[in-house]
Every structure is written in structure tokens, then in C-alpha cells.
């Protein structure tokens, strides 16, 4: 196979290692970068988050070393800390490391943070940047974030925010009131608090909402269509990995429904 650059990427003889952190998309291979999987095929380990799909491992060749280190909910803190050691550690025994994580890594992913660590420590690194969730799911659900006649703005926000922070950042009803498609991720445990406060503070009670479960997942991914009246009714038994998508170009989404893998609900 081909070089991503000047030096055969799998090659560490003599030279210090390297990683790579690298999205592997919302879950269907077909959707994985030309250059992921080359670096994945390459790889002498790999370091692989929870929401890397079945699929995209499979993809790992048998002789290449593969370690989880997804953090699920309620992990403390002390998981990205293993993490930054195992990279650290593959890295400085000369070795070409895979840090793959679902979407992309940029998004929501730590993949900033982890990079910081790399420069912080010395390690080479590339960014390997991967399709989000936040635009793969709603795809694969027929939903356009942006169409000339519904929404000409789009924010992507966490439903989930670091208890560590100083304060909470995401104002969501400034964010509702500035533009026209919100797409909502790791929100599925807030689902009722954000649904509240949109519409304590006017949102239109009609307003669609798309929950987007193991989007582009063949055979597991269901979409959930209803409005934020209804929602929380609707969508009692919705369970993450999730997206979340609000606004008017939900209402768009059994016209273009296209992706037949899957579960598809309309209650409103």
C-alpha cells in the first residue's frame, strides 16, 4: 500500500514513533477516509473509544496490537490519564499508534486535548479528521441541516458538558434564538431539560425533533420523528448513542428518507 507521505507510514525502525488520532466516522465503514484506514492498516497499535463501531474493527488487520480505552458514562476522570500513557508509551517505543475514536476527533472527540498532550510530551502526531455524527446521522435519516427554505444556520452543541468546568458555556435557548437547525449530541440524558427549557423560553411547541440512535449503523440505527410537544412521550425508550436534531428541516425527513437499514418512527 501506498505512502500518506514521504515515508512508508508503517516503518519505525530507527525512527521515534508517531500517532495518529484518527475519526472513523458515525459507524458504517463505507464512510471511513480513504487515509483512516490506510493508517489503520498500518498501524503497530491501536487505541479504540467505545463508539468505533464493530464494523470499522473488523477493518484492524490480526496482527496489529488493539486496546480499548473508551470511557463510558460515569468513568472518572483518571481514564483520559491511561489514555495519554499508553500513547506516550507506544510512541516512545518507536511505534506507529492509532488513536481512533468515533466521528470526528475534533468534535466533542478530545482529540485537541490529546494533541496537546502529544505537543506537550514531544510526539509526533497527525490529525486524521473523520465524518461527525452530528452531520452522518441526520444524513442517513433524511434530514438536511441546511435547505434554501428552512435554515440558512446550524450550531452543533453538547447535551453533555464537562462537570469539571468552571460553568456550564452552552446557552441553548441563545443558541435556538440565533439560528435555525440545532443538532444536539451526547444529549439523550438531558433530553427533557433542554426540551423544557426551549420551550419555557418560546420555541414553538410544533418545532420538529429528530433522535437519531446508531445513526448509520446498518441493521441497529433508529430514527425517532415527533415535535417538542410530544417528544418526551414519543421518545420514552430512546437510548444513546444518539443525535438529536432541531428545527424545520426535521419536517423534511419522511419525504427523504432514503437509508431502509434501519428503524424509521413518525409520531407527529
Not at 4 to 13: H, V
Not at 28 to 43: C, F, H, M
Not at 171 to 188: K, Q
Request: charged share 25%; glycine share 12%; no cysteine.
Amino acid at each position: 500500500m501506498s505512502s500518506t507521505g514521504d515515508e512508508e507510514l508503517g516503518s519505525t525502525s530507527g525512527k521515534k514513533g508517531k500517532v495518529y488520532i484518527v475519526g472513523s466516522g458515525p459507524g458504517d465503514p463505507g464512510l471511513l477516509t480513504l487515509k483512516a484506514l490506510k493508517v489503520i492498516e498500518q498501524a503497530d497499535v491501536v487505541l479504540y473509544d467505545r463508539l468505533v463501531s464493530d464494523d470499522i474493527l473488523a477493518l484492524i488487520p490480526e496482527h496489529v496490537e488493539r486496546i480499548y480505552v473508551g470511557r463510558d458514562v460515569g468513568d472518572d476522570y483518571a481514564h483520559q490519564d491511561t489514555t495519554n500513557t499508553l500513547m506516550l508509551k507506544y510512541a516512545k517505543e518507536g511505534k506507529m499508534v492509532v488513536r481512533l475514536k468515533g466521528g470526528d476527533p475534533f468534535i466533542f472527540g478530545r482529540g485537541g486535548e490529546e494533541a496537546e498532550f502529544l505537543r506537550e510530551h514531544g510526539v509526533e502526531f497527525e490529525i486524521v479528521p473523520g465524518i461527525t455524527s452530528a452531520i452522518g446521522a441526520p444524513a442517513y435519516a433524511g434530514i438536511p441541516l441546511t435547505h434554501r427554505s428552512y435554515s440558512s444556520s446550524l450550531a452543533i452543541v453538547t447535551g453533555h458538558e464537562d462537570a469539571m468546568k468552571d460553568r456550564q458555556r452552552v446557552d441553548i435557548v441563545g443558541i435556538a434564538r440565533a439560528v435555525d437547525t440545532i443538532v444536539v449530541l451526547m444529549g439523550v440524558s438531558n433530553l427533557k431539560s433542554i426540551v423544557d427549557t426551549l420551550l419555557s423560553n418560546g420555541m414553538q411547541e410544533d418545532t420538529g425533533i429528530a433522535i437519531i440512535e446508531y445513526g448509520t449503523i446498518r441493521g441497529k440505527q433508529r430514527v425517532t420523528i415527533s415535535d417538542l410537544k410530544h417528544v418526551l412521550d414519543d421518545a420514552g425508550d430512546v437510548k444513546p448513542p444518539a443525535v438529536i436534531v432541531i428545527g424545520g428541516t426535521v419536517k423534511l425527513a419522511e419525504k427523504l428518507r432514503w437509508y431502509k437499514e434501519g428503524v424509521y418512527r413518525l409520531f407527529r
